[in-house]
C-alpha cells in the first residue's frame, strides 16, 4: 500500500477505502470514490479529501503488485487489508507492516514516504519529517 499512496495521488485514507470494483487493472487506472476516516476513534466512510470522484492511472509495476491483492476477492471487498484480511488502519499498517519492512530495508527511522509533496520521493530530511 505505501507503494500505492507514495507513487499516486492518493492519501492514504482514500487507498484504505478502495474496493475491487474500484480497480481497472487493464487500463491501469483507479477509481477513487471514498476515503475512510478516524473520527473520535470510529472509522467512518467518506468522500475522498477532494470531494470529488477521480480517475488515477498507474504505473504497471504497480498493477503487477495490486493484481496479486484482488485474486479471490469480490467486487464490494476492500483491495488493502491488514495480513489477517480486517480493515487496515494506517496507524495498525504502519505498526504492523511499515516500520518492520523499514527496519530489514534498514532504512533511517527519519525516512518518511509522501503522497501529496512527494509523489513518489522519500525524504530523509527536510521539513516534512
Avoid at 477513487?32 to 468522500?47: C, H, K, M, N, P
Amino acid at each position: 500500500m505505501s507503494c500505492y499512496s507514495a507513487t499516486r495521488a492518493c492519501a492514504g485514507a482514500e487507498a484504505t477505502a478502495l474496493r475491487v470494483r474500484d480497480v481497472d487493472l487493464s487500463r491501469r487506472r483507479i477509481d477513487v470514490r471514498r476515503a475512510f476516516s478516524d473520527v473520535g476513534g470510529r472509522i467512518v466512510l467518506g468522500s475522498p479529501k477532494s470531494h470529488q470522484s477521480r480517475t488515477v492511472p498507474i504505473p504497471r509495476f504497480l498493477a503487477r503488485e495490486i493484481a496479486q491483492a484482488v485474486p479471490g476477492k469480490e467486487p464490494d471487498d476492500l483491495v488493502f487489508t491488514m495480513p489477517g484480511g480486517s480493515m487496515l488502519r494506517l496507524p495498525n499498517w504502519r505498526r504492523a507492516v511499515f516500520l518492520s519492512a523499514r527496519s530489514r530495508a534498514d532504512i533511517s527511522p527519519r525516512f518518511r514516504l509522501l503522497s501529496r509533496s512527494g509523489r513518489g520521493s522519500g525524504v530523509a530530511t527536510g521539513p516534512f519529517l
